[in-house]
């Protein structure tokens, strides 16, 4: 079986490999080399989720499987007059897979992963208090609540990159927990509207289509999940 990759260097000081057939699939190293090899780990890792929530899964044929490297992309800022400038704006990955349009499938798939994520995410932090979700970390940019936020607030601007967000920013629900329910109604609202959609748009100097908003959106909150479950145990 052929896995096709994108490898996105320099993101956050680290490259990023991304399964591109694979919504939420992903690892990260220090170089395009060390994520490349670590995508077999995260590939059986990614099965092993599925495969829990679906008997019938749609990784149940994977059993012997070769990493091709379809693309590589090296990130980059902009200014606002879109010239290399290392204080500005960052452009992230785009690559051909990103043209393509997305099935039926790719749409059921994606809605659940983003529906098991979020009850995983939802269960990590069920029983914390507000003192823990709102504990300041010494070298963390945000506490849990707003690893939270950070969450809700990053759906709401992959929709937005579309022209599919429900209203600005500063109108989302305060509380983080209706923030996040928030954004994923609408989320979910527009899933089905994405099907055969043939857009690309560019936005600050990066292109988006609606493949790209759903490869963000489900690596963001899975990692977020990782992200928090480090934060719990300095509690």
């Known amino acids: 079986m052929r896995i096709k990759i994108g490898v996105e260097n320099n993101y956050e000081g680290r490259s990023l490999a991304w399964v591109l057939d694979y919504p939420g699939c992903f690892a990260y190293g220090a170089d395009g080399s060390e994520t490349i090899l670590r995508v077999p780990e995260a590939l059986l890792r990614y099965k092993e989720w599925i495969d829990s929530h ?5 990784m149940k044929d994977l059993a012997d499987f070769d ?5 590589s992309f090296d990130v980059f800022a902009i200014n606002e007059n879109y010239e290399l400038d290392p204080d500005g704006y960052e452009v992230n990955a785009w690559f051909r897979h990103d043209w393509k349009l997305l099935s039926a499938e790719d749409i059921r798939r994606v809605k659940l992963i983003l529906e098991w994520s979020r009850a995983d995410l939802l269960d990590l932090v069920a029983s914390l208090n507000p003192d823990q979700l ?25 929709l937005d ?12 629900p305060e509380d983080v927990f209706e923030r996040l329910h928030f954004v994923r109604q609408r989320m979910n609202k527009v899933l089905p509207e994405l099907e055969g959609l043939q857009k690309v748009v560019g936005v600050d100097g990066e292109f988006w289509s609606p493949r790209k908003v759903l490869r963000r959106a489900t690596e963001h909150e899975i990692d977020h999940i990782d992200h928090i479950f480090k934060l719990i145990a300095r509690l």
């Open 134 to 158: 709102d504990c300041k970390f010494e070298d963390e940019r945000w506490s849990i609540r707003g690893v939270l936020g950070h969450i809700a607030n990053a759906e709401h601007w992959y």
């Open 161 to 172: 990159r579309l022209g599919l967000a429900e209203g600005a920013r500063r109108d989302l």
């Open 54 to 58: 679906l008997p019938d899964s749609w």
């Open 67 to 71: 990493i091709h490297l379809e693309e």
